[in-house]
């Protein structure tokens, strides 16, 4: 980073000083804690002022989804982490591979616990470690997500440099997600999401209010594409993976609420379709055997709703 990038940081919305933690010292315990909640309060209207760009993310990242593209994340410190986190819980929510959306954090996942914060400052390194996880490879048109709350991270702007290189060839898609309006990794984006969250309670400590928006507006992307691409039934979790006996039970409820048949019948139903919600709720719904049903499904893409509208049409 040079002198003049450094200069530069105490201007920046993330790093001002906020006049109304300014004697957060002096406060008792309740009303301290009290001034910090009134300050993440502020945080779910920042990401509301964001919603048509994340609608328009959510829709671009469904669309490379269905002609086998994939997500990635890259970020540093909370950032990376956040991002990382959020990649994490795809595949046992949504029964989806752990190489569709993945998580790249600067360092490595060393700084998952440890920081790192010098990893962050190198742009090569940010290249590199997209270049490696293997984006868009065999053409696939992939998405990154650049996260910096401050806007100007090195190691994201390198990878999202490279990751625009394969835009006009195979689709690739770059978006930014910072919480400083006209930011660097803003205007290095295809889509730029930016919940302003304003000074810190903390000066500077963008786990915080940027922290909280960054876990929201990851929540709504992934959750958003998962939902686009027939990974949900409603708001049920028909991908769900029962692998322990919380979600053997999530997944006979699910069942159960799906088709309206009891606890019973749903746990036979989950055991007769091979542990696969939405092949259990096709067998009861159309009335059919595994093999069937699994037809079905595939004819229709793998999304339940299609599956059942289309077979009653």
């Known amino acids: 980073m040079s002198a003049s990038d450094v200069s530069t940081l105490g201007s920046l919305l993330t790093e001002s000083r906020n ?21 993440d309060a502020k945080v779910a209207a920042a990401v509301r002022a964001e919603l048509a760009s994340i609608a328009k993310a959510v829709d671009e990242i469904a669309s490379r989804f269905q002609r086998g593209g994939r997500l990635f994340y890259v970020g540093a410190g909370t950032s990376g982490r956040l991002g990382v986190l959020d990649a994490s819980e795809c595949p046992p929510t949504f029964s989806v591979p752990a190489e569709l959306v993945q998580g790249l954090i600067a360092g490595g996942d060393r ?30 048109p992939d998405t990154l997500v650049g996260i910096a709350a401050s806007g100007r991270t090195p190691y994201v702007l390198g990878a999202m440099e490279f990751a625009k290189g394969f835009a006009k060839e195979q689709g690739a898609l770059v978006i930014g997600l910072s919480c400083v309006p006209g930011s660097l990794v ?42 686009r691409t027939g990974a949900t039934y409603g708001n049920l979790m028909v991908n769900v993976r029962p692998t322990n006996a919380k979600l053997v039970d999530r997944a006979e409820r699910i069942i159960a609420a799906a088709t309206g048949c009891d606890a019973v019948r749903a746990a036979q139903l989950l055991a007769d379709a091979g542990n696969s919600v939405k092949v259990a709720i096709a067998m009861e719904v ?28």
């Open 19 to 39: 006049s109304a933690t300014e004697h957060l010292d002096e406060l008792s315990t309740l009303d301290m804690l009290a001034v910090i909640n009134d300050e």
């Open 111 to 140: 700084a998952l616990r440890l920081s790192s914060e010098h990893s962050e400052d190198s742009r090569a390194e940010g290249a590199r470690d997209l270049a490696e996880a293997g984006f868009a490879a065999d053409e696939k």
């Open 186 to 227: 803003a205007r290095a984006a295809n889509i730029a999401i930016t919940p302003a969250t304003g000074p810190e309670v903390i000066t500077g400590s963008t786990r915080l209010k940027a922290g909280t928006a960054t876990k929201l507006v990851l929540n709504m992307l992934s959750t958003g594409v998962m939902v």
């Open 286 to 313: 159309l009335q059919l055997d595994r093999a069937d049903a699994e037809g079905k499904l595939a004819d229709a893409g793998g999304v339940l709703a299609v599956a059942l509208h289309s077979a009653k049409d």
